[in-house]
């Protein structure tokens, strides 16, 4: 008994390292090639942009479901990340603690998060942040669009959820399609883009 015990341990622990190993793929891909330059994943969800390549600032504003406007003016000289979900994406659900665990990581680094929700009311958005531990606000995009718009024809948020890294000059840096599934990559494309020349 003792043995099959220790076997069924041996079997969890090299699945949870499997699991391990199968989430960092893309980070172990990133960082083996050259990552200055533009580069795209295997599996096309990930996106990063050479800094010479990102072309003009993009500009956005929107309401935020705690109340008042934000806009890409406010956060000039600050990396921002912007992921576009809604209460009802399970995917979203899945990466909402990922995305949090960043923020709290890299908010005193100086990044900003912000949600984009892209079908609910601030009542809905609130609630989902609150029952995911989510503590950055997100803006309301239902009503007007306005946050999709934006990012149309220079580099969409063309599956929900999408993550968009910005630049400290308002330059989207990275594109992460659908669910985050190597948290560590977002990461280490967000030392990237912090470690650049802000002006």
Same mark, same amino acid.
């Given at each position: 008994?003792?043995?099959?015990?220790?076997?069924?341990?041996?079997?969890?622990?090299?699945?949870?390292?499997?699991?391990?190993?199968?989430?960092?793929?893309?980070? /172990?891909?990133?960082?083996?090639? $050259?990552?200055?330059?533009?580069? !795209?994943?295997?599996?096309?969800?990930?996106?990063?942009?050479?800094?010479? $390549? &990102?072309?003009?600032?993009?500009?956005?504003?929107? /309401?935020?479901?705690?109340?008042?406007? +934000?806009?890409?003016?406010?956060?000039?000289?600050? *990396?921002? +990340?912007?992921?576009?979900?809604?209460?009802?994406?399970?995917?979203?659900?899945?990466?909402?603690?990922?995305?949090?665990?960043?923020?709290?990581?890299?908010?005193?680094?100086? +990044? !900003?998060?912000?949600?984009?929700?892209?079908?609910?009311?601030?009542?809905?958005?609130?609630?989902?942040?609150?029952?995911?531990?989510?503590?950055?606000?997100?803006?309301?995009?239902?009503?007007?669009?306005?946050?999709?718009?934006?990012?149309?024809?220079?580099?969409?948020?063309?599956?929900?959820?999408?993550?968009?890294?910005? $630049?400290?000059?308002? &330059? *989207?840096?990275?594109?992460?399609?659908?669910?985050?599934?190597?948290?560590?990559? *977002?990461?280490?494309?967000? $030392?990237? /883009?912090?470690?650049?020349?802000?002006?």
């Amino acid at each position: 008994m003792k043995r099959l015990t220790a076997i069924a341990m041996s079997a969890a622990a090299l699945l949870a390292l499997a699991g391990c190993s199968s989430n960092d793929r893309l980070a /172990t891909e990133y960082n083996s090639g $050259d990552t200055t330059g533009n580069y !795209v994943s295997s599996d096309g969800t990930t996106r990063t942009i050479a800094a010479a $390549d &990102r072309g003009a600032p993009i500009s956005w504003s929107g /309401t935020l479901d705690t109340g008042g406007t +934000v806009s890409s003016a406010d956060y000039r000289g600050k *990396v921002v +990340v912007l992921n576009f979900w809604y209460a009802d994406c399970p995917p979203c659900r899945l990466e909402a603690p990922n995305l949090e665990k960043l923020n709290q990581q890299y908010s005193s680094k100086g +990044v !900003v998060f912000l949600g984009v929700n892209k079908t609910d009311t601030g009542p809905t958005a609130i609630s989902f942040e609150k029952s995911h531990g989510v503590t950055y606000p997100s803006i309301l995009d239902a009503a007007t669009g306005s946050m999709t718009v934006a990012f149309t024809g220079k580099i969409s948020a063309n599956a929900v959820p999408t993550t968009l890294i910005i $630049d400290a000059k308002g &330059r *989207v840096a990275a594109r992460f399609s659908g669910l985050i599934t190597s948290p560590s990559l *977002v990461g280490t494309v967000l $030392d990237s /883009t912090l470690a650049e020349p802000s002006s």
